[in-house]
């Protein structure tokens, strides 16, 4: 019996064994029996037959195990419980799988004449059960709904239903797969069956949400067979066009920009191929409403540029067919007006659109009318560019650059040399806006992209040469990038346009923007890569001779256009000049040993000429510098280099004895390792201890670098420390007793002062401090211990010893510096509190011996002194709080100093240094708070808002006791107050530390404000306040702080409301104080509503009050009264009229 009648026979529900294992075999592709061979080979009865077979068996063994019985997902993913699947249910899936494999190659091999019937009813059997089928047969639910694609490519009898299901599923695959890329070409495939299902139905409203979900997806939007589907989308219903068009118009702000393009080919796609009403929908509701959008969105928005890109990319397919009669018909409603329009930004982008869309016309017309279309809009751009806003007037410059770009061989050329003349000679130099300047340099690359446009600009480019020096940066950004692209083009010489002594003089002096430019513009004529080195270096000499400063800024850039051998070689070659040089001077034992070429710039320099020779060495140091990582990593090449300049660096100490030479020598000795200058280091130290104390920076800052970077800062530090020793005060008795007389040591050969510049230059610079810090502690504890002995001569001037203000000066200094190297080094070893001890040993000493003075001062001299160092322990103190050095314990010690300080009688001169100080503790308390330190946190603030309180106290106590120093005082202390403020953002309204801090203010002011009203003796002298500076003085500072910040009025206001609430309010001036303030704060425009409530409430309560005592009171407080309520009036109606 031949295989086919086997087959055949085996497709019965009693041979059930026998059908899978053909079926078996038919997968195991090492078997030779195949159902697609065994099916072609049947007679169309003998298929027939097998269809009406199969669709029996199937229907048995559906019958005999129907769905219901299957266990499904639910019970196999069961929690606990195991769950045996029967033999029943394996058998009537491989029998499932068997007829699906079947009725798959049936469909491939039918022939037209085949009658199918079973067939179909096998496949919708198969449609009825698919979605029953376990989660473990995910692959035989894959390969029915293969057989359903397959039966609708085929275009076989019921493919309606059999494609409706294998869409569904594709579609929901291609949006819920992370690489859905397979399954959108399938879906792709599938996008007819989409047609066959009415828009309103029940299944197209299935369908709806998944569709548009895939306009989210960016997989989709960037594949060639997404945007196929989703262009294709666009053609099922009108209506669902609109919803595509929202839901792309809502994702814009989300998508990336590179993802426009995509969404604007998706765009153009279904425009292209639609047609009848569906056109007519595409056209006006998707590209008329991104037009729209176009023109009227702020350029801010985030979805403007995207839309913009959409329609560029229509604008970009104007030579095909159609395009320019669509854009012509759904612009005329909308450009035309928009480039009228009284809004400057809504011109703009009209402008910006008609310029990428020029000409705009519709071919059909006769080309009498297109020319005269195209004439008109010529004009428009001559209108554009005199546009009084300059953003229409940049928009346009960018736009008439764009058409003489891509249009230049269709523009007559009297227009075209009209239009450059118009931007070259008139809006390059427009005077009211960089900004259309910047955009005519800018644009200029977009016309000399066009070959054709070069002659007529080689001549009308130099007429531009002034612009290298406008005053704007980014002009002159724009102006170099433009001399860059006409090099790059070859349009012109670009020393015509700006000559070489106008570009070095600029190299000079200006920002890096704009020097890095020119040197790439001028790179290859003073760095000409592709010559001789000895060229390089004859360059260099004439850029050095023709502008010294434009070589230095030319070589400290010029590592960013070549390689850093190509820098290295140059040093090199600066060398051999350098020693052709000394041998020509006639330096026999150095040309005995540095032989060079004799003959290389002889006649061009001399060791005599000290500038060139300073410069060169300059250039050395600088190309040095550009290329040291570079050398650092090539070990071989730093090795090589350094040997080479190490062993003709003494003989250069010797020759080159001119201050600007010694200079870039010494940073060349620095570059070098230690070990290569042994004779140089002592000579570096011996000049840093010669110097004389006052000495400027520039005379020993490279000496200290040079000795830092060989790693000997050490020295320098024994140089400082012994300086301050032999000079600090020494103890006449050995006990602690302080009010001991002190004498000084070695007065004469120290240099505490130039010991002190040293240490400050160390500590300011972070690479110098770095390498301080690196040192042993115990290298700087003497350092430490030196300083710290200072504070002795501090109080034996203020017990009254003779000591001169120069030592005075040293000794608060050093002070200062005690200070600062202790936070340093406290914030370098965190683990020890040394150092913090340390401070707040210093601290408690100004506390007990200073403090004293400052109270009970008997000349100006120890309250100066006194005064100095509270501060400068202030300074200090709040420096460490800065950096976050301090711990919970210091914090406390400081606000315990802080309550001393304001104690004392005159520590209220301490103000402005104390309201820093309390800004730094309430800025840590506020923002590091702690889990477990609430408790502590709490009292902390509570005592920083007493101290807060009092300092307010102690303004206004001094402003009652002596007005001059009063107001001398709230001027210093306003931008400490400011400041402390602005601590305010750390927290929330309702704060305690808000609380605190605001009640105080509100108090002072109206009290301040309350005083002066009760004052008034005469009805005359009832005034409105028309500015803060018609305030009393502590009012007046108060206000005019808290009007810098919009946070702390809207504070201030909320406190102020709680005040007038809590009725804690009760007289007629203090309700005219409130009002005042109200007053001054209206003029800032904001907070409206706040005011609003704030006067109504004061209007309801003065009113009240004022009733109960009218009868009793005078023509001033009945005066007082008249001009609070006028003031009430004047701020409610201005608030009220936006309800009218």
Known sequence: MSKRKQFLDSVHHEHVQDFLNFIRLHKDGADPFDLTEVLAELQRSQRQELWERQLKLLQHSLTAYPPERWITGAEEDAGDMEVEISEEQIQTMAVIEGVTIVSTVSVDILQENDTYTSLLNCAHMLNCIESALPLSHTPLQQAIHWLFECWWKRDLNGKEELGWTAFLVCLENTVTLEKPVSELRRLCTLREVLLSVDFASERGQQVIDPLLQCFFKASHIKQEEGKRFLAFLFSWNDNFIRMIHETIKNQLPFFPKTLSVHVAEIYFRAWRKASGPSLEEIESTCIQDLMQNAVLLHRNSPVHSKVRQILTYFHKQKFREGIDEMLHRLYKPILWKALKATNAEVRANATLLFTEAFPIHDPSMSSEM????VQKQLDLLFALLDDPQPLVRSSAVL?????????WEVIPSTVITDLLEKLILQLANDTSSPDVRCSVFMCMSIILDNSLSHPLMEKLLPALKSSLHDSSEKVRVAFVGMLLKIKGVRAAKFWKVCSLEHLLARLEMDSPPVSK?????????????????????????TLIQTNPGAARKFYQHAYLYTAPANIVKLMLVIRKCLNVCIQNAGDDEFASSNKENSTMLEDVLSVQDTASMASLLE??????????????????????TTSKFASVLPQYLKIFQEERCKAPLILLASLLPATAVPALRSKVMSNLRSLKAGTAVAAYSQSVECVCSWGQISHIVELIENWLTEAAPVKVQGDEDTTGKVHFDGLDESKPDLGLDYLDYLLLRPKTRDCLLTLPLDQIRPLHKALNKWKLLLFSSLSGSEVSGAVIETALRAFVVHGRLSIHLQHKYPEEREFLKSLEQSVSWVEKKVLPFLANSSSEQQLYLSRKTVESSLTVCKNVLQVSVGDNDFRDHLLQHVASVLQTEKGYICTPHVLALLT????GCLSHKAEGQEDQLSLTIRILTNIFQKIVEIIAHRLRKDK????ELCVSSEEALHDFLLVTKFTTERSEFITGVFSSLCAAVIIDISRTLQKISHVEEVLTPETVNDLPPLSNTILKVTLRSPAVI??????????????????????????????IIKQSDAFVVELKEIAVSVRRQIQNHYNISAENSDNIQRTVYESTIMMLNDILNPCQTPNR
């Open 370 to 373: 297109v020319d005269q279309a």
């Open 399 to 407: 736009g008439v650059c764009s058409v003489l770009g891509r249009c």
């Open 920 to 923: 730094e503790v309430a800025q």
């Open 964 to 967: 001059e120093e009063g107001q």
């Open 1050 to 1079: 809207r504070f201030f206001l909320s406190e102020m409301s709680s005040s007038i609430e809590s009725e804690a309010i009760d007289s007629i001036t203090q309700w005219a104080a409130v009002t005042h303030i109200l007053t």
């Open 619 to 640: 250039i050395l140091v600088i190309l040095w510098k550009s290329v040291q990582k570079s050398l650092m990593a090539n070990q071989e090449a730093f090795k090589y």
């Open 517 to 541: 430019r020119i040197v790439n513009l001028l790179f290859n004529s003073f760095f000409p890569v592709n010559q001789p080195e000895t060229v390089w270096c004859e360059r260099c000499v």
